[in-house]
C-alpha cells in the first residue's frame, strides 16, 4: 500500500460553528493499514527528525503486530505526553520529512500513529511506579517544557513540585492551544499521570512574587528548572493599537481557551467581533482566526505580509482555516488601526508588499509598494505577531544573565549562570513549537539527573 490513509475530519459547515477536535483520529484498522506503509528501515532516519528521538520504527512494527500498550511503552521512553505530541507537533518538518516513504510518496504518518498509540493507552490507563531517591527539584511552570522536565525525573525518582502561576496546569497547552485543536480532556489526561508518578503541582504561585529563587533552595530543593515560556506579546507600534477591539492573540487565545468564553453561560468578559482582521502568519494567527470564526464573526481575514509559500503556520492547519471560510491578505502589513469617535476599532488600513531579498531568516524580505495603501473594514482587530519571554525572572532574579531579547543564557546542559538553576522552553528562544519546548525539558532532566548520579 503507498496511499497514506486519510484522517477523518468534521464536516466543514459544522466545525467551524463549535469547538469539537475537528480531526478526528484512526481507527484502529487505520492505523494498521498506515503502521504497514513503514519500511522499517535499518538506519531510522525519522528518528533523527524527531527533537525527542522517539524509536520510530519500532513503535510502528509493535503497531503492525497489534500490541498497542508494546507501542505505546516505546514511545513514553522518550516522550511523556504522546497524546499532545501527536496532535500539535510539526511532524511533517520533523520526523515525517526524514521519512524514505516520502521521497516518492506520502511519509508515513507518524504523527497520527502517536496520537492513535496514545489514545489507545488512555482507555487502558495503566501507570507505573518508580523507586523514589529522596531528592527534591522545583519546576517552574507547567507548560510542555516544565511538565517534560518533571515527567522524565519523577521516573527517575525524584521528588518534582511544580509551581504554576495560573489557576489551571498546562501553559500553552490550556491557554494558547484551542479545544478543536488540542481537546484540554486530553491535557488533563497527561498531566493527571504525571501526578500519579509523585509529582505535585502548585497553582496560583508565582514564583518572583509569591517566592524567590533563594527561598525555594532553603525549603531543600537540591535543582530548579525555570520554564516560565514567553508570554509577553508583541506590538506593531502603529497608531491606535489602543483601541477598543484590539486584541494580542495571547489575551484572546487565554480567554476563549482557559476561560471557556465560547460557553453560553461563560463570566468572561470577551468582545464578539463580527468583522476581524488577524494579523500574523504562524500557528497562533491560525488559532486566533479559527477561534474568532467559532465565536459567530461573520468573515474573519488574516493579513500577512509575506506570501502564502512563506507562512510559518502548519500546512494542515492553513488547509483547515481555508476550508472553514478564513481569507487570507497576502503581502499586506497594517501601518495604522483606524477607530471611531468611541474608540472602537472601524477598520485597519493597509499597505501592499512586494518579495525582495532574501533576510536573516532566509526567507524573502517584504517591502512596501508605494502609493498602495488600502482599509479592511473590521470592528475587531487579533495581533499574532509573536511573543517574548515572560520578564518576572529578569526583573526579580537579578543574579540571572539574560540575552538582548530577555532570554534566559544557558550551556549545553540547559544550567544558567546560577550554580543547580536550569532553563528551558520559549523561557530562552522565545516562541517555538511544543515538542522543542519539550526536548529543552528533557535535556535539563537529564543533567540534573546526571549531577546526582
Known amino acids: 500500500?503507498?496511499?497514506?490513509?486519510?484522517?477523518?475530519?468534521?464536516?466543514?459547515?459544522?466545525?467551524?460553528?463549535?469547538?469539537?477536535?475537528?480531526?478526528?483520529?484512526?481507527?484502529?484498522?487505520?492505523?494498521?493499514?498506515?503502521?504497514?506503509?513503514?519500511?522499517?528501515?535499518?538506519?531510522?532516519?525519522?528518528?533523527?527528525?524527531?527533537?525527542?528521538?522517539?524509536?520510530?520504527?519500532?513503535?510502528?512494527?509493535?503497531?503492525?503486530?497489534?500490541?498497542?500498550?508494546?507501542a505505546y511503552e516505546i514511545i513514553k521512553e522518550s516522550n511523556n505526553f504522546?497524546?499532545?505530541c501527536g496532535r500539535v507537533c510539526p511532524q511533517e518538518s520533523q520526523c515525517e520529512a526524514k521519512c524514505i516513504r516520502g521521497i516518492k510518496q506520502e511519509p508515513v504518518a507518524i504523527g497520527r500513529l502517536e496520537r492513535f498509540v496514545a489514545d489507545h493507552h488512555q482507555r487502558t490507563n495503566e501507570i507505573k511506579e518508580f523507586k523514589k531517591n529522596g531528592i527534591k527539584v522545583a519546576v517552574i511552570g507547567s507548560g510542555p517544557s516544565g511538565l517534560s522536565c518533571a515527567?522524565?525525573?519523577?521516573?527517575?525518582?525524584?521528588?518534582?513540585?511544580?509551581?504554576?502561576a495560573l489557576h489551571k496546569p498546562g501553559g500553552v497547552l490550556?491557554?494558547?492551544?484551542?479545544?478543536?485543536?488540542?481537546?484540554?480532556?486530553?491535557?488533563?489526561?497527561?498531566?493527571?499521570?504525571?501526578?500519579?508518578?509523585g509529582v505535585r503541582i502548585m497553582t496560583n504561585m508565582v514564583v518572583g512574587r509569591v517566592s524567590t529563587i533563594n527561598e525555594l533552595r532553603d525549603q531543600?530543593?537540591?535543582?530548579?528548572?525555570?520554564?516560565?515560556?514567553?508570554?509577553?506579546?508583541?506590538?506593531?507600534?502603529?497608531?491606535?493599537?489602543?483601541l477598543n477591539g484590539v486584541y494580542t492573540a495571547n489575551e484572546y487565545l487565554t480567554r476563549v481557551n482557559l476561560m471557556k468564553a465560547y460557553e453560553d453561560d461563560a463570566s468572561t468578559p470577551i468582545y464578539h467581533g463580527k468583522e476581524v482582521v488577524v494579523v500574523g502568519g504562524g500557528n497562533v494567527a491560525m488559532d486566533a482566526a479559527r477561534?474568532?470564526?467559532?465565536?459567530?464573526?461573520?468573515?474573519?481575514?488574516?493579513?500577512?505580509?509575506?506570501?502564502?509559500?512563506?507562512?510559518?503556520?502548519?500546512?494542515?492547519?492553513?488547509?483547515?482555516?481555508?476550508?472553514e471560510g478564513i481569507k487570507f491578505a497576502f503581502l499586506s502589513n497594517p501601518i495604522a488601526i483606524i477607530g471611531n469617535n468611541d474608540h472602537q476599532v472601524k477598520g485597519i488600513k493597509c499597505i501592499k508588499m512586494k518579495l525582495s531579498s532574501p533576510d536573516e531568516s532566509?526567507?524573502?524580505?517584504?517591502?512596501?509598494?508605494?502609493?498602495?495603501?488600502f482599509v479592511i473594514n473590521c470592528d475587531m482587530v487579533i495581533m499574532a505577531i509573536g511573543t517574548t519571554p515572560n520578564p518576572l525572572m529578569k526583573m526579580t532574579i537579578t543574579e540571572l544573565e539574560f540575552n538582548k531579547w530577555g532570554g534566559m543564557i544557558i550551556d549545553e546542559n540547559g544550567m544558567t549562570n546560577m550554580l543547580g538553576v536550569y532553563a528551558g522552553g520559549d523561557a530562552v528562544t522565545g516562541a517555538a513549537t511544543v515538542i522543542k519546548a519539550m526536548q529543552a525539558g528533557k535535556i535539563a532532566a537529564n543533567s540534573i539527573i546526571a549531577s546526582f548520579t
Do not use: W
Not at 515527567?151 to 504554576?164: H, Q, R, S, T, W
Not at 490550556?174 to 493527571?192: N, Q, S, T, W
Not at 530548579?224 to 489602543?242: C, D, Q, R, S, V
Open 1 to 70: 500500500m503507498s496511499n497514506r490513509v486519510k484522517m477523518r475530519l468534521l464536516p466543514q459547515d459544522e466545525r467551524n460553528k463549535n469547538f469539537e477536535e475537528v480531526a478526528c483520529g484512526y481507527t484502529e484498522t487505520e492505523a494498521l493499514a498506515e503502521a504497514n506503509r513503514c519500511l522499517n528501515c535499518v538506519n531510522m532516519p525519522c528518528v533523527s527528525g524527531c527533537p525527542v528521538n522517539i524509536m520510530i520504527p519500532h513503535f510502528i512494527t509493535k503497531i503492525k503486530a497489534r500490541d498497542f500498550e508494546g
Open 220 to 242: 531543600g530543593y537540591k535543582a530548579i528548572y525555570i520554564a516560565t515560556g514567553a508570554g509577553l506579546p508583541k506590538f506593531m507600534n502603529i497608531p491606535n493599537e489602543n
Open 82 to 84: 504522546p497524546a499532545i
Open 174 to 197: 490550556v491557554y494558547g492551544i484551542p479545544e478543536f485543536r488540542l481537546p484540554k480532556k486530553i491535557v488533563e489526561d497527561e498531566i493527571e499521570d504525571l501526578k500519579q508518578l
Open 291 to 323: 477561534c474568532a470564526l467559532r465565536m459567530k464573526a461573520n468573515s474573519v481575514t488574516v493579513v500577512y505580509r509575506r506570501s502564502s509559500n512563506e507562512l510559518p503556520a502548519r500546512a494542515e492547519e492553513v488547509e483547515h482555516a481555508k476550508e
Open 362 to 373: 532566509g526567507r524573502q524580505r517584504p517591502v512596501e509598494i508605494l502609493d498602495s495603501e
Open 151 to 164: 515527567g522524565e525525573l519523577a521516573k527517575a525518582g525524584f521528588e518534582v513540585d511544580i509551581y504554576e
